[in-house]
């Protein structure tokens, strides 16, 4: 797996929003995550068939609200690029129930409280997020659809490869609290 | 090291230009989703004949590639192209929905009611072309043009 930085094209934005490349069948590194994503969600026929392959009754309705989600995340990301807005404002917690402080935090990209399309990210540092993958959300629980579920699957395997690759290793862990008791 | 540093040392160089790509999607946006709505089209129409994409390629005179640009949306279709897809599927594409949204306008503009009609009229008495005219110093020949006005009303 690569980790690339989004907006290294700009000196004062670099260093907050990364994507995962998982490598190709050929074990190439092409696109990452966010522009695959991105090429995916745009594609009418890959839209269409998804919503015929998922039952979609309106399948019409579902191509044309799936592409207006992604001219908002478009918006957005230029809006955060352009404003320097904090990345917090899209990447909400992935988790309802998570409170607090937490080491490598899940999260999910989302524009607003209809939009179809989740983007899957950890949280690395105060705004510094690493886009992991995404999928169109067809259930209310990730597990309840395959495409979803295999991106819980993927965010958890990029969590484990960052702690083989020492970040959050124990003594940052230590540090990180030793930070926070200091604050309190 | 701090945790984003080591964060950092995991990061490729691998250049791209993934923010400008971005930008142009915004800026070409009207012309993009234009191309949305004709793919819409195009697979709604080949599954009415049912038709597989190598079929429309093979009677547009065209490689399966482009065709599958075409319903991918995001190909920015040439005028030879379209006529093409409207000849070959027998399908209106150039009506497109700003047209329709004209129609719409001009229709409700025949239709509405004649006392609207004769109350709009009856408001142009309003107007004062004379003063007017004298105002923009315009000819001085509106005193006779607007009494004409007003009794053609």
Known sequence: ?184 | MTNKEKFKQLVHTQKNDIVAKNKARIKNRARLRAAQDIALKVLDRLDDLNWKQVDLAKQMNVSAQQVNKIVSGKENLTLETIVKLEDVLNLSILHSSTEKKRKIEVTEYVTQPVKNVRKNLESTKMFDLASYNEKHRYKNDSAETSTKFVNAS
């Open chain 1, 1 to 184: 797996m690569r980790i690339v930085d989004i907006f290294a094209s700009n000196k004062n934005r670099e260093g907050q929003l990364f994507s995962v490349i998982y490598p190709d069948e050929n074990g190439d590194y092409k696109e990452c995550e966010f522009e695959r994503l991105l090429n995916l969600w745009t594609n009418v026929e890959y839209l269409r068939n998804y919503a015929i392959k998922n039952n979609i009754k309106y399948v019409y309705q579902f191509v044309k609200s799936r592409l207006k989600d992604v001219e908002r995340i478009e918006n957005l990301i230029d809006e955060i690029f352009e404003q320097n807005e904090p990345l917090d404002i899209y990447f909400k917690q992935l988790w309802n129930s998570e409170t607090g402080v937490k080491l490598l935090s899940l999260r999910k990209g989302k524009t607003s409280s209809k939009d179809g399309l989740r983007i899957f990210a950890i949280k690395i540092d105060d705004n510094c997020f690493l886009i992991t993958g995404g999928a169109i959300k067809m259930s209310q629980k990730n597990d309840d659809h395959p495409d979803t579920k295999e991106e819980m699957k993927n965010i958890n395997k990029v969590k484990h490869y960052l702690q083989e690759n020492d970040v959050f290793d124990e003594d940052s862990f230590y540090e990180l609290l030793i930070e926070i008791n200091y604050d309190e």
